[in-house]
């Protein structure tokens, strides 16, 4: 459904950038983006950061915790979706308008380094796996890489992971129209969701459609794996030796490392699972609905159920304090 | 030449006098009947400023996105759980009574069982949906337990449902006219329906029905104003004992009494004749005509008393009184008139109603109790009238103390004390707040039923009252274009930011959740689109009957939560949406105030506020005007009007410590009370000015003026304050704030007339002296 949409809108859109030229030259954004409500408006990541946790969301709100939650400036006003330290001062943050931001300090000051409207796709993650190489990824297939710690940002094309039916469909495109190839291309891959290291060398991605690839070479080819739900999933963690991956409507799956013995989880609530944290022994999961699980091996335990939110992030800093972040910001659950 | 002209006035009226009075008793008969015809009546666009910029926008839009003339019903199952079936066969009969009472927009009443109301959940291929309660709903275990789940999935729960589960809510939108007839709204009528039909008809040990909203609430102040017949009684039985210990005779008791009642009968009468309802804010009024007739008939009976004591017979005792009071207190009348008709000035209907129904009852008391009463006395014999001269000796000792006031020496003291009062009063006075500064319905004491009321619904559901709604003008088709919807998330996000504002809605909040809604529910994806097929994708989402977008959207309410109704919050607020709007507005989109119960709050308080100082300019303009004429004396006019001007500066510095707000039926309070005030100034001035014009020291004027009408005016100010300060103990809280300003008004002004008027005499007139 969402392919054919977007197919036809290509076409509208074109005319609809034309006339968002002049968004808001009035409000100064910075006004507009550091406001008390930010603290309790839509978050939907929280990252580690040494001592600190940074939190990102709407409007390009970032926040950041050492003592108490503070809002910091931040380059964009597109929403931010996801945030990642690869150690206490270095850090990127991606987001809608296939924004890139960048800091060196822990998070306290940022500065952009990718966006793109144009594109019109967000990123959905992104992962360093050392100072200079990361990558991006987002809706539709979106995938970048750098390998100048996000000086210069390029993209790739996962032909790999596109259905059969599409491959062949792509190919005879290409013969005939260049350009619609190209944007046809843009629209047929699913979305990109979560990328996560199951180890140094091997990458799970998970996304739309029932996507679960992995790639033993950084990312630059996927392999399928074997997985018999065709519902979205949205994220993807390590707990000892096993790996789960969750996402719409309440299924959540567990492999061991070899990622070849699927097995469904049930869970006690039909609500999309969107973030996870492991904390020593337990696995907390939270979701749609302002659910938040506790999974002790097979089972699932209902731990709190939060009126009209949706949670999308958990973290823990190192006092121990786990912070959630949803669509009312970011809490901790009462003592 | 004046003088002249009232000598042959009294000459053919006493000539005539039967003639006269007979064709008074036909009057009042006609007009007993139009008033026998009288009805309660209260109509929202009466109580707000209709002209007021705000309310030009509410209008303009009233049709699309209903007012704020809405009423709110919350089913309570006292067991604190909805879940069973007793409660649900009741919320569905409490639905279909409330949509079949006349006077519903039948398209507009949501409860959890109006086919509008619906969830839609995300699946893997796409939405599922349907509406909360199935078609084929049974009030059995396994029918509640499905729609307890699609409750949840609705998200209603906050809106319809109580958040603890322990109430649903019915919500629905008044009509102003009736569609059939055509004819206004009968909003107490309707309340009356609201009453009987699902209280009434439903509430019982298990169910408890809680009702607010505009109309129930000018039911209930209806209900509260039916006890003003109670305090008029006791007024008139406390205000004809006082007359008798005045005048220690049944006759000089019972007529100016009768007098005062007939001017009541008028005023209603002629309230019926000019098609006027008897407002419930208003209901004072035939109160106030009363209290000023008896306080002008008591100066009658008291100038006849006087002249028969001096020896002359009724007859003459009354012409002669008649001759000299019908100058004096026909100015203090036609400046209580005046003062009253300054009310027009202000743009409030109920107001204006006030104004007319208040000037008509006060220009009818000089036909009463100017002429007919002393028509009437001259009927009498007061032969037996005398005074006992031992007691006439301690009235005057009194008075020669008094006037030690208009000696230089006590003037200075009284005028320093004054102007130290004026100064405190003043500061005092400009801290007074504007509007309503409590919870609730003002007009309503915090524990009254429909306050109550109030509370539970604000406590039980995640929904309030105080809503304004800011109306966003734009072009067609505006709400498919990624820069206008834009706009809207800013102008959200930036008030929603504003101290005050619990929380927002508009079409951009909500087309974000449906995009997110559209992307499997992803909350990362709650934005707004960027190209405009999947902004109408999300859009379309969104029926014009959510209140949030009309017909071709080019008009989207951005709806404002707010924490409570006060004039401070309302104000921060109000603000920050001129500035926001200011830097957003542009040819192609305007953020327009106001409309939602809090708006027109907003447009009120601002319409009160601009209002009083023009008001006060037009009474004491007026009041100053007619002084000059009839003293011909600017001296004599500046002596009556400081003691008024120092006495409303003390009554606003009351308003403030009592945390009594300007409000629409705090208002009046200033102008009535200057224009009841001034009587007591003008009559003593009257009688001393001649004098002073003779060349009469001031201390032996202000005397003579103590001895011929002192006793009147100090007699008048205990009557009146006594009379209004029964409305204390009313189960309206705006007529128990008329009452306590109106209590300090009268006394007040009586004490400013007695001590200040002599001081300030004594100043102007000291080379006399």
Redesign the interface.
């Known amino acids: 459904m969402k392919v054919s949409m977007l197919r036809s809108a290509v076409a509208i859109g074109l005319s609809a950038c034309l006339y968002t030229a002049s968004v808001n030259a009035q409000l100064d954004p910075l006004t507009v983006q550091i406001q008390p409500q930010a603290q309790s408006s839509l978050l939907v990541d929280i990252a580690k950061a040494g001592d600190k946790l940074v939190a990102v969301g709407q409007r390009g709100h970032v926040l950041v915790l050492d003592q108490q939650w503070q809002q910091v400036a931040s380059p964009v006003v597109t929403q931010l979706t996801n945030v990642f330290f690869l150690n206490e001062k270095l850090g990127w943050a991606v987001g809608h308008d296939a924004t890139i931001i960048h800091t060196n300090d822990g998070g306290l000051t940022w500065s952009l380094q990718m966006e793109s409207t144009v594109l019109e796709k967000p990123f959905l993650d992104v992962r360093f796996f050392s100072e200079q190489q990361g990558v991006a990824i987002g809706a539709y297939g979106l995938f970048y890489r750098t390998e100048d710690g996000g000086k210069t940002w390029h993209d790739e094309f996962h032909q790999e992971l596109l259905f059969e039916e599409d491959v062949a469909y792509l190919n005879e495109l290409k013969q005939e129209d260049e350009e619609l190839y190209l944007s046809e291309r843009a629209a047929l891959l699913p979305h990109f969701n979560r990328i996560i290291n199951l180890d140094a060398d091997r990458l799970l991605l998970v996304g739309e459609l029932g996507l679960v690839a992995v790639s033993n070479d950084m990312g630059r080819t996927f392999e399928r794996v074997d997985f018999d739900y065709d519902g979205s999933m949205f994220n993807a963690i390590t707990h000892g030796e096993d790996v789960y991956v969750m996402g719409l409507r309440g299924h959540v799956f567990k492999a061991s490392n070899a990622l070849n013995d699927w097995q469904q989880i049930e869970l006690p609530v039909e609500s999309s699972i969107n973030g996870a944290l492991v904390d020593g022994d337990d696995l907390y999961l939270v979701g749609n609905a302002g659910i938040i699980l506790k999974i002790d091996g097979d089972k699932a335990e209902l731990v709190a159920r939060r009126q009209g939110e949706n949670i999308v992030s958990v973290a823990k800093n190192n006092k121990g304090e786990i912070w959630f972040a949803g669509t009312k910001g970011l809490f901790q659950l009462p003592k | 030449m004046l003088e002249k002209l009232v000598n042959s006035f009294e000459t053919h009226l006493f000539r005539n006098r039967m003639w006269v009075i007979i064709s008074f008793i036909f009057i009042t008969v006609f007009l007993g009947y139009q008033a026998s015809q009288l009805k309660m009546d209260a109509a929202f666009s009466k109580n707000i400023p209709l002209n007021h910029t705000y309310m030009q926008t509410y209008t303009k839009h009233q049709k699309d996105f209903g007012g704020a003339n809405g009423i709110m019903v919350a089913v309570e199952d006292t067991s604190g759980n909805i879940f069973n079936p007793v409660f649900f066969d009741t919320l569905k009969k409490v639905h279909d009574e409330l949509f079949f009472i006349d006077g519903v927009e039948r398209s507009q009443v949501k409860s959890l069982y109006s086919p509008s109301t619906r969830f839609t959940e995300?699946?893997?291929?796409?939405f599922a949906g349907g509406p909360v309660i199935p078609a084929d709903f049974r009030t059995d275990e396994y029918g509640l337990a499905v729609v307890r789940d699609n409750i949840?999935k609705a998200?209603i729960?906050?809106r319809l449902i109580a958040?603890d589960y322990s109430a649903a809510m019915l919500s629905a939108q008044l009509m102003d006219f009736d569609p059939d007839t055509g004819e206004a709204l009968n909003t107490i009528e309707f309340a009356n329906e609201l009453e009987q039909k699902l209280r009434g008809q439903f509430e019982n040990d298990n169910i408890k029905i809680h009702i607010i909203g505009f109309a129930k609430m000018a039911g209930d102040v209806a209900d509260g104003a039916k006890g003003v017949l109670l305090f008029f009684l006791i007024a008139i039985v406390i205000t004809a004992v006082m007359v008798y210990l005045f005048s220690k005779s049944i006759m000089l008791t019972v007529l100016p009494l009768m007098c005062s009642l007939m001017a009541v009968i008028w005023q209603l009468g002629l309230l019926t004749v000019v098609g006027f309802g008897l407002d419930p804010m208003s209901i004072l009024v035939p109160f106030l005509v009363f209290a000023i007739g008896v306080s002008h008939g008591v100066q009658m009976i008291n100038a006849v008393r006087r002249r028969v004591i001096d020896g002359q017979a009724t007859k003459a005792a009354a012409a002669s009184a008649f001759r000299s009071l019908l100058v004096p207190g026909g100015v203090a009348l036609l400046s209580d008139t005046v003062g009253f008709l300054t009310l027009l000035a202000i743009d409030i209907g109920i107001i204006r109603e006030l104004a007319i129904s208040a000037s008509l009852g006060v220009g009818v008391i000089i036909l009463t109790n100017l002429i007919l009463l002393p028509l009437v006395i001259s009927y009498t014999n007061l032969s037996n009238a005398e005074q006992n001269p031992v007691q006439k000796q301690k009235i005057e000792n009194i008075w020669r103390s008094l006037s030690k006031f208009a000696t230089p020496k006590y003037a200075v003291i009284v005028l320093t004390c004054t102007a130290v009062l004026y100064v405190v009063g003043f500061m005092k006075a400009t801290e007074m707040k504007i509007g309503d500064l409590k919870g609730g319905a003002p007009a309503l004491h915090q524990d009254s039923r429909y306050n109550l009321d109030t509370f539970f619904i604000t406590d039980h559901f995640?929904i309030t009252t105080d809503v304004m709604t800011v109306i966003v003008e734009a072009e067609p088709e505006a709400c498919t274009?990624?820069?206008m919807l834009?706009?809207i998330d800013?102008f959200e996000?930036?008030v929603?930011?504003t101290p005050g504002v619990e929380s927002t809605a508009s079409l951009a909040s909500i087309a974000k959740a449906v995009n997110a809604g559209?992307?499997?529910?992803?909350?990362?994806?709650?934005?707004l689109p960027?190209?405009?097929?999947?902004?109408v994708?999300a859009v379309g989402q969104v029926p014009t009957t959510s209140g949030l977008l009309n017909g071709n959207c080019s008009v989207m309410p951005v709806y404002l939560f707010l924490k409570d109704h006060k004039a401070e919050t309302i104000e921060v607020v109000v603000n920050k949406v001129k500035q926001?709007a200011a830097?957003?507005n542009s040819d192609k989109l305007q953020f327009k105030l106001a409309s939602g119960p809090v708006g027109v709050m907003a447009a009120t308080n601002e319409a009160v506020s601009e209002a009083q100082l023009p008001m006060m300019i037009y009474v004491y303009g007026a009041v100053f005007i007619l002084c000059l004429i009839s003293f011909k004396s600017l001296k004599a006019t500046i002596a009556v009007i400081i003691p008024l001007y120092v006495v409303s500066t003390l009554a606003q510095a009351l308003m403030t410590m009592l945390d009594i707000g300007l409000a629409v039926s705090t208002l009046p309070v200033i102008a009535l009370g200057v224009g009841i005030g001034v009587d007591y100034g003008i009559y003593i001035l009257s009688t001393m000015s001649n004098k002073l014009s003779n060349g009469m020291a001031v201390q032996q004027a202000y005397f003579e003026a103590l001895v011929e009408r002192g006793s009147a005016v100090i007699f008048t100010g205990l009557t009146l304050a006594i009379g209004v300060s029964t409305w204390f103990f009313s189960a309206l809280k705006f007529q128990m704030d008329m009452g306590i300003l109106l209590t300090f008004m009268f006394l007040v002004n009586m004490l400013g007339a007695i001590i200040i008027l002599p001081a300030l005499s004594a100043l102007f007139w000291r080379k006399a002296s």
């Open positions: 995300v699946v893997e291929d796409g949840e998200g729960v906050g958040n995640s274009y990624h820069s834009s706009q800013q996000w930036m929603g930011n559209f992307n499997e529910g992803n909350p990362k994806w709650q934005i960027r190209t405009t097929a999947s902004l994708q926001v830097e957003l």
